[in-house]
């Protein structure tokens, strides 16, 4: 895939230009990679013979599961052990209006047609954080907004230091303790 955009590096004193995609180039690869990857864990689980299925679960008891499908069908699993995979969905907080073409969730942001100069992530968990690198490292201006003291307060300090430090200095304007009065 040819990318659109050539960078410079400057690298022991001297500049090296390198391929540096924009965000509609960079989607289309990671559907390719997210594609692949999906195909490299079925091989696994069917080489494992490792059962998937899909829809709502709740235990009935320590080795039974019954899983409700998309169509509503109950089924009962017996098993000595379940891997639970539950999947997760972007937080929409009700003041926000998701159905402006401007405001996208995680989701939604992989729909874009073109390429921002800019972004604001609200939210600097994980995903926020790996939005904020990504946007940063093919050359849009991030200003990620992260509502506690400490963004990824999970992580060990040092490492979670670490982060931050190399985040900033890729050029992400970090904003700790910050939240939004509204939006206009």
């Known amino acids: ?41 079925q091989n696994f689980y069917n080489r494992n013979y490792v059962e998937v299925r899909h829809g709502e679960a709740s235990f009935v008891d320590a080795n039974t599961i019954e899983i409700v499908n998309e169509n509503k069908e109950a089924e009962k699993v017996r098993g000595e052990y379940f891997v ?32 921002p100069r800019s972004v604001i992530i609200y939210g600097a968990g994980v995903v926020g954080a790996e939005y904020a690198s990504i946007f940063r490292n093919i050359g849009i201006k991030v200003n990620l907004i992260n509502t506690r003291e400490r963004m990824l307060d999970f992580l060990d300090n040092e490492i979670g230091d670490a982060l931050i430090y190399n985040m900033r200095n890729s050029g992400i304007v970090i904003r700790n303790q910050e939240e939004f009065g509204s939006l206009e």
């Open 84 to 115: 639970i995979a539950t999947g997760s969905r972007p937080y929409h907080p009700k003041e926000i209006d998701f159905s402006h073409p401007l405001i996208l969730d995680s989701d939604k942001v992989l729909s874009l047609k073109q390429t």
């Open 1 to 41: 895939m040819m990318f659109s955009n050539l960078s410079k590096t400057p690298v022991v004193g001297k500049e090296y230009y390198h391929m540096m995609p924009n965000f509609v180039e960079l989607l289309a690869v990671s559907k390719s990679v997210v594609h692949s990857q999906i195909n490299l864990r």
